[in-house]
């Protein structure tokens, strides 16, 4: 897998991803701006049959929607937390499994990983039952500050114990990080 992070035009991407294939790449991520659907069509048509994963900026599912239709990526990385809520979440699930497109949930922010390995679990129960190709990251920092922290045990996410989403941060880390107030910001405020 690579990660182009938005920073290619549709061009570069193709030729950058033809230049990397003798790696073998299951996908590339975010190859060019995330609002691109025809963008994201022509680099998927290009460089197939590297995968193209994209969705961790789509807001609803009308834009996913749109890059389903499109064949505009092979990979669904909804943004548990930049899509809508949880029914947003849920008709994205249901609409990728129409097109029998798999979703690998975006984990990269703080408490993403807490909260998306619900999703994943909710797809594999309620809608794929599969676990082909299917990619939940782990991102290894942060997870202190919450009272429930996701539990990795031979690469693998352990199901949750405790009711809830797992997001319930410490009281402590949110008295520690409160913006201007918390200490963690005592020593960076811009004098006057």
Avoid at 139 to 145: F, G, I, M, P, S
Wanted: charged share 25%; aromatic share 10%.
């Amino acid at each position: 897998m690579f990660d182009a992070n938005q920073n290619w035009d549709v061009d570069q991407a193709i030729e950058n991803m033809k230049a990397l294939s003798r790696f073998d790449p299951l996908w590339i991520e975010e190859p060019t701006s995330p609002d691109d659907v025809l963008g994201h069509q022509k680099i998927s048509k290009e460089i197939s049959p590297i995968g193209v994963a994209t969705g961790e900026h789509c807001q609803n599912r009308v834009i996913f929607k749109q890059f389903f239709q499109a064949e505009g990526l092979q990979f669904c990385q909804l943004d548990c937390c930049r899509l809508g809520g949880v029914n947003e979440v849920l008709s994205v699930l249901l609409m990728a499994a129409k097109f029998n497109i798999p979703v690998c949930p975006h984990a990269g922010g703080v408490g993403l990983c807490e909260y998306v390995q619900h999703i994943s679990i909710f797809d594999y129960i309620c809608v794929s039952a599969s676990l082909e190709n299917r990619i939940l990251e782990y991102v290894d920092h942060l997870h202190e500050h919450f009272e429930y922290p996701v539990a990795i045990k031979n690469g693998r996410y352990i199901p949750p114990q405790e009711p809830g989403y797992s997001i319930t941060m410490k009281d402590a880390s949110l008295r520690e990080y409160e913006f201007p107030g918390g200490n963690a910001w005592k020593d960076k405020k811009t004098k006057k």
